[in-house]
């Protein structure tokens, strides 16, 4: 912390005004605007017989006749590395040999973890709300956007109303599921005279996006993406307050697409054999670090206690003023911001990126870790399966904040703050509960 008589009489003024200042947008942003509640939520657990063993994975790739050695010595290495079990799951297409990517295929991957997802969140909501009180449909997709849309798949196939509000995110990546709950979040908001509930499905198809070719950085997709999605239920009724789970408390988004390095680093391209696939740059991890800072910087006014943001504001600040002298930038310490971290689950590297920046815990990223290590990167559910295994492990308490974090093409960092407002059962049903007594393992 830097001396403050080391300070010139005006650069006080200025630290003390920014300080106010922030505190003041803290305080109008808590109490003008609508609640709104995370009424419940469920996470798409695949049947067992679609698991995808290690060892199968690699015999697999071993016998496709269209890759050459080195592609293959490459994917096999890239899997083994990936920090992704024999637990994770590939869909029922992918089990075929060669791979089965036909658009039938990827229908019946989406129809199976969406129609899941939705029947088991209903399954668990209180009797007097069933999806005819639906009242907004959000759905999120990348790299599967066919015509008719994934949100009017689900009003066919569950009968929602006619009039439901619905919407389809496509191309969003991996962060698609936290700007698909800020759209809801903001429909919610914008429908504050009437009482609605909004569903939100986020998802990513596997099937249709597999990598045939021989390019390393579209190759390394292959090892990471897997099987899942997650349903979650909002809502702006104030009678709904009492029997939420969560509240949210912020929403953070950050773009920095005007980057011609951040906008490359996840990219979708065809190359010189005419193979399709999703590239990943080897910037990825600096682009992600330079989209998180930004987004921090956002989010810190709002969530961190007042000492620590009036640190931050002040080290800022001075670091704006005497520029090129590091040693004046303080880290706020974001656990005291929140209780809980739900980083997605992209990769081992993102997360240890993340990791280290935020001077984490190795139990802070126990959740991001633990979902990579079953379920492989689900993309814009993971999040949803950290949560599921932070409330089946018990950890959840009223009260805690909890900060998702996700990250995606374009390039995006976008960020979620729930608070908890009730008691959490670890005993209820999730995608964690046949097997959390086994966890956490170690993934080194």
């Not at 490459?74 to 040999?97: N, T, V, W």
């Not at 209180?126 to 008719?148: A, E, F, M, W």
């Amino acid at each position: 912390m830097v001396e403050m008589e080391a300070l010139e009489f005006s650069e006080l003024h200025v630290l003390t005004a920014i300080a106010l200042g922030l505190l003041i947008i803290r305080h109008c942003r808590k109490y003008s605007s609508t609640a709104i509640y995370l009424v419940d939520f469920s996470c798409c657990r695949p049947p067992d017989y679609l698991r995808v063993y290690t060892s199968n994975f690699s015999e697999h790739i071993q016998l496709r006749p269209d890759l050459d050695q080195p592609t293959i010595d490459f994917q096999i290495k890239m899997q083994e590395r990936s920090g992704i079990s024999d637990e994770a799951y590939l869909p029922s297409g992918l089990h075929e040999m060669p791979p089965n990517t036909a658009l039938s295929e990827t229908r019946e991957e989406v129809e199976h973890v969406l129609f899941a997802v939705v029947e088991d969140l209903f399954s668990k909501l209180p009797s007097d709300i069933t999806v005819n009180d639906i009242d907004i449909l959000v759905t999120n997709c990348s790299l599967h956007s066919p015509t008719p849309s994934l949100s009017s798949l689900i009003v066919r196939r569950f009968g929602l109303r006619n009039d439901v509000c619905s919407v389809h995110l496509a191309g969003m990546g991996c962060s698609a599921g936290i700007l698909a709950i800020s759209l809801a979040s903001d429909l919610l908001r914008a429908r504050r005279r009437s009482a609605s509930l909004a569903l939100v499905l986020s998802m990513e198809a596997v099937t249709p996006n597999v990598y045939s070719g021989k390019r390393k950085s579209m190759v390394l997709p292959n090892a990471l993406f897997r099987m899942g999605g997650a349903g979650i239920l909002l809502s702006n009724r104030r009678s709904d307050s009492g029997r939420a789970k969560y509240r949210l408390n912020r929403v953070v988004r950050t773009h920095i697409g005007a980057s011609d390095q951040a906008y490359a680093s996840v990219y979708q391209d065809v190359d010189e054999e005419g193979f399709g696939g999703v590239a990943l740059s080897r910037d990825i991890v600096k682009v992600a670090g330079d989209a998180l800072k930004k987004n921090l910087i956002d989010l810190a006014p709002s969530v961190l206690p007042y000492s620590e943001m009036l640190r931050f504001a002040i080290s800022t600040t001075i670091a704006m003023l005497r520029p090129g002298n590091k040693r004046l930038t303080h880290v706020p310490d974001f656990k005291k911001a929140f209780d809980h971290v739900c980083i997605h689950a992209g990769g081992r590297a993102v997360i240890d990126a993340v990791e280290e920046s935020l001077r984490l815990k190795k139990e802070d990223i126990e959740a991001s870790k633990m979902t990579l290590y079953r379920f492989g990167n689900t993309s814009s559910s993971s999040v949803w399966y950290e949560l599921s295994y932070l409330e089946a492990k018990g950890r959840i308490k009223r009260g805690d904040k909890v900060w998702q974090v996700g990250f995606g093409s374009g390039f995006k960092c976008n960020s979620l703050v729930w608070e908890c407002v009730s008691e959490i059962d670890p005993t209820a049903r999730n995608a964690w509960s046949d097997r959390i007594h086994l966890y956490p393992v170690s993934t080194n």
